[in-house]
């Protein structure tokens, strides 16, 4: 998210800009089977929103959201309206992060990590952004997936991490203990409700399949932050 990615809309350009029952399908997959705490009136920050329906989809799971990217999208005036304080919409690049204050329930970040010139200091600053006891979620395209390195890498120049590298980062970054895994899912740009049925029922062979897993398009983490010690009031018992 720095000024060197430019106009770059993070996680944005492999959603495009408008809606589609293609997209929405693709946000079901991705999304729709995480196991997301519950926000109970939590605030969570989602880096890296877009259009913002991730963060709605944070929003219909009980939190409170800072949705952050580079750069402001037509539809962030739509969903304030409509949902008021529950989600605020802010500019801000990866150096301007790194000094923002407080702690968050919940980091959830996809398809940004990639852009950014050092992506471990981002994941040191989103570890810091996490508030104990909370939890950190990374989405990441994987770059050992063929489709993906084509259509992504090497026609559009995104520097995507293999399984590997992303557990790498994590590691540098301090994120001891992060599970992770893979999601086979992918926007497929036909209009056709049997259509997405279809390759629902192939993603989901896929996914199953073990040889499949190091080729899949996402890789997924999710961190948990230690809790700290508990303090007891003076005088109490241990």
Not at 50 to 79: N, S
Not at 89 to 102: C, M, N
Not at 128 to 141: D, I, Q, Y
Request: aromatic share 8%; net charge positive.
């Amino acid at each position: 998210m720095s000024a060197s990615t430019g106009a770059a809309s993070l996680g944005r350009d492999m959603l495009g800009q408008g809606e589609s029952l293609a997209v929405e399908r693709f946000r079901r997959r991705l999304l729709g089977n995480l196991d997301l705490a519950e926000g109970r009136g939590r605030r969570a920050l989602d880096l890296g929103c877009g259009d913002g329906l991730e963060a709605v989809e944070l929003l219909r799971r009980g939190w409170k959201v800072d949705a952050v990217d580079l750069e402001a999208h037509p539809g962030w005036a739509r969903l304030g309206a409509r949902y008021g304080s529950r989600i605020r919409f802010r500019i801000a690049s990866d150096a301007e992060l790194a000094r923002w204050k407080g702690s968050y329930g919940l980091v959830f970040q996809k398809d940004v990590l990639h852009h950014v010139p050092d992506p471990a200091a981002l994941l040191k600053t989103l570890a810091r952004l996490t508030a104990p006891g909370g939890e950190l979620w990374l989405l990441e395209c994987n770059r050992r997936n063929p489709v993906s390195y084509v259509h992504l890498t090497l026609l559009g120049g995104h520097q995507h991490f293999t399984a590997g590298r992303l557990r790498s980062l994590a590691e540098e970054a301090g994120l001891s203990g992060a599970a992770a895994w893979a999601r086979e899912a992918r926007v497929w740009p036909v209009e056709s409700a049997a259509f997405q049925d279809a390759v629902e029922r192939i993603q989901d062979r896929l996914e199953a399949l073990p040889f499949w897993r190091p080729w899949a398009v996402y890789n997924l983490m999710r961190w948990r932050k230690p809790a700290g010690p508990v303090l007891r009031k003076r005088g109490s018992k241990a």
